[in-house]
């Protein structure tokens, strides 16, 4: 089984730029892809990002995202990071990350892929 804490969420003025940090341990040395999720209140929970377990270009961002959040990681530090610009009132929410320690290569944007969740950080961004 793989833990996973996340970090670095706040409250932040509309523009403004946050770094999300999510820290492994346990069982990581067979690799596991990473996607971040976010649950506003009253809605469904949503993927953002994930990245694959090599990292680098392997990624997949949700088109709500493109161009203002970067996903990246280190695995030496079985840390994954999200980099987050621009930021809005719209991206207030829950952040969570996940893993999916199967088999799979490729990111699922489905939250049922993944069985490892960390206990969130919230992020609000205020107008």
């Known amino acids: 089984q793989v833990q996973l804490v996340e970090s670095g969420g706040g409250l932040v003025q509309a523009g403004d730029s946050l770094r999300l940090s999510c820290a492994a341990s346990g069982r990581t040395n067979s690799g596991y892809v990473v996607g971040w999720f976010r649950q506003a209140p009253g809605k469904e929970r949503e993927f953002v990002v994930g990245i694959s377990r090599s990292g680098g270009s392997s990624t997949n961002y949700a088109d709500s995202v493109k161009g203002r959040f970067t996903i990246s990681r280190d695995n030496a530090k079985d840390t994954v990071y999200l980099q987050m610009n621009s930021l809005s009132p719209e991206d207030t929410a829950v952040y969570y990350c996940?893993?999916?320690?199967?088999?799979?290569?490729?990111?699922?944007?489905?939250?049922?892929?993944?069985?490892?969740w960390g206990q969130g950080t919230q992020v609000t961004g205020s107008s």
């Open positions: 996940a893993a999916d320690t199967s088999p799979r290569s490729f990111v699922s944007t489905w939250p049922q892929r993944y069985d490892c």
